[in-house]
């Protein structure tokens, strides 16, 4: 049975990171996850899905168990980051980055200068009192309800799909 195997890998990697920490100072892990860890990313495998949701989980497991050996642990799941080697993609592809502008929030993608920044937050001391939080930086994309950003997508949003 995989389960039992498992647990003990888990139980003897926290053992070994948590060995490894300075007895002083601040203590923190930060991991890097996906908005495909909560939300269904079509261009991407079961797999990537799975390895995401699971890697937030173990931020949850890593809060409760090291918490108490002042270790405190947070994932970053990232939406769509305009980065230097995708840079030229989405210039060359005007429409679909515009789509982004266009259903984000904040009006624009994020860089991964700003997601090193929120990932050097969270691992000062001034994210001493969090652990065991995902945050998500994708710009507001995932607070939108999926129904009725696709009726503004689709240049619908003058039908009223509920009772005034």
């Known amino acids: 049975m995989l389960w039992p195997r498992l647990v ?75 980065k230097e080697e995708s840079r030229q993609f989405y210039e060359d592809n005007q429409e679909l980055s515009q789509l982004y502008r266009d259903i984000t929030p904040l009006g624009r993608m994020g860089t991964a200068d700003e997601i090193s920044q929120v990932i050097g937050f969270l691992c000062s001391p001034k994210a001493s009192y969090i652990t065991g939080q995902n945050i998500t930086v994708d710009g507001g994309v995932s607070l939108q309800w999926h129904e009725s950003l696709a009726r503004r997508i689709a240049d619908l949003d003058h039908l009223k799909v509920t009772r005034s």
């Open 8 to 82: 003990t890998i888990a139980r003897r990697e926290r053992e070994a990171m948590a060995g490894s920490f300075s007895p002083e100072g601040d203590k923190s892990i930060l991991v890097v996850s996906s908005v495909a860890s909560f939300l269904i990313a079509s261009e991407q495998p079961l797999s990537y899905h799975v390895a995401k949701a699971a890697l937030v989980q173990l931020v949850r497991y890593y809060a409760c168990t090291l918490g108490p050996k002042g270790i405190r642990a947070n994932a970053v799941s990232l939406g769509t980051v305009l």
